[in-house]
């Protein structure tokens, strides 16, 4: 029990589990802290003999008295035989979809990461509510659900904004789109009938469009193009920072967000490593090949490692955001219109394959917490197996022509034991 001022709900570390600080100043007003350092207000109470929690909202977007504020509304309303938890139910009950879309994103402040929330608002403000926004949720079928799919495949929703005086939004449809959105609503709804706002969700079974294959490798002259891009790049006066990023992203396998958010205090250079807090899978290690770790090494040495990013913007106020137009004209040099960022990791990944490494070892490079992320790259894990196929069906061949001695010569040559 202590009191829930600003300094006491800042300093409050996550410690690997959900737990509660509870204000000793308003009994049943609380903070919850995420393992993942996410935390929240609320209160507990008690209604017809059963204990309850009600979320308030996020620390952050509150703070301390605002939230004990709300606090003291609900908590009157508990006193006089309310129940604020069923309250919002029977609300959601009636609730259109940009109502219940709001009332998730809020519920999900704490539980899922920033970033990823940041993805869904912008698919909730440019697709789930411009389509379905002003239905109520007790009306939706799973036909209404076809259609929201259809609308959004053929381009619906597409736009072109101006979001900031520098800024746009390019927003496309397309099957991609579609599939991805798909999954976000239903995940809503399901949310929801968890909450009992309705008996069902509309959208399980709807079909998704069909996928489509995005696994862009880079061979060996492509990559010696691009390598020589990069080069030249570099030489006519080209962002550093963005053009030291992409190496360093085509020599770890890392994401995009991982490189441009790289702190200097994140490079373990005793161990060779990254220590990345966190990214798309948690806190991971990065292991460095000596190429990676001379780039970081003469970065650090330029910058005397007095700033916190390792690649920052031009005013040193963030990371760069140069990438995306560097990259632009590093694939257009090097012939190579169709490659992405992003395949700078896949092809990190299909050189470990081709080169024997099993997908074990290609996922833990890769920090893939799912082995099934993995499995893209089997058919080049394979190569190693074909390569020993052939090796014994030769051999077996010379053994069948006559030449069998050869064989035997090779095999007490191949360990002091002669196995």
Not at 199 to 210: E, F, H, I, Y
Request: hydrophobic content about 40%.
């Amino acid at each position: 029990m202590t009191a829930l001022t600003l300094r006491i709900v800042t300093a409050a570390q996550p410690q690997g589990r959900d737990y509660f600080l509870w204000d000793d100043k308003l009994p049943g007003f609380g903070l919850r802290v995420f393992a993942s350092g996410r935390k929240s207000y609320l209160i507990q109470y008690r209604v017809d003999g059963r204990t309850r929690r009600f979320t308030i909202g996020a620390h952050g977007p509150l703070t301390p008295e605002e939230a004990r504020s709300r606090a003291k509304i609900l908590l009157g309303k508990v006193e006089d035989g309310g129940d604020p938890s069923e309250d919002r139910a029977t609300r959601n009950r009636d609730a259109t979809i940009s109502e219940l879309c709001d009332t998730y994103l809020e519920a999900m402040e704490g539980q899922r990461k920033a970033a990823s929330l940041a993805i869904d608002r912008g698919r909730i403000v440019r697709h789930v509510k411009p389509l379905l926004g002003a239905r109520k949720l007790a009306s939706i079928t799973p036909g209404d659900v076809a259609r929201f799919v259809a609308d959004i495949t053929r381009g619906k929703t597409a736009t072109d904004v101006v979001t900031k005086p520098r800024g746009r939004a390019i927003v496309t449809g397309g099957s991609g789109t579609a599939r991805r959105t798909l999954t976000l609503l239903s995940a809503i709804l399901s949310w929801a009938a968890e909450q009992g706002y309705r008996a069902d969700n509309p959208a399980l079974g709807a079909k998704k469009p069909a996928e489509r294959k995005m696994e862009r490798f880079l061979s060996e002259p492509e990559l010696k193009r691009l390598g020589a891009a990069l080069a030249a790049a570099e030489n006519d006066g080209a962002n550093k920072m963005a053009i030291n990023a992409i190496r360093l992203l085509t020599l770890t396998g890392c994401r995009k967000s991982e490189v441009t958010g790289l702190q200097w205090s994140f490079i373990d250079f005793n161990f060779g490593a990254l220590r990345l807090p966190d990214s798309k899978t948690g806190a991971k290690v990065v292991h460095l090949g000596p190429p990676s770790l001379k780039i970081l090494a003469d970065l650090a040495e330029d910058e005397k490692r007095h700033e916190t990013w390792v690649f920052p913007n031009a005013g040193r106020s963030g990371p760069t955001q140069a990438l995306p137009g560097v990259w632009r004209e590093v694939k257009k040099r090097a012939k190579l219109p169709d490659v992405r960022l992003h395949d700078l990791r896949h092809s990190f990944a299909s050189i470990g394959a081709a080169g024997g490494n099993s997908l074990l070892m290609i996922g833990a490079l890769l920090g893939h917490k799912d082995a099934k992320t993995t499995q893209r790259y089997a058919h080049l894990a394979d190569s190693p197996v074909k390569a020993a196929a052939k090796t014994v069906a030769n051999r077996i061949d010379a053994a069948m022509k006559g030449t069998s001695a050869k064989v035997v010569k090779l095999q007490k040559t191949s360990g002091a034991d002669g196995r």
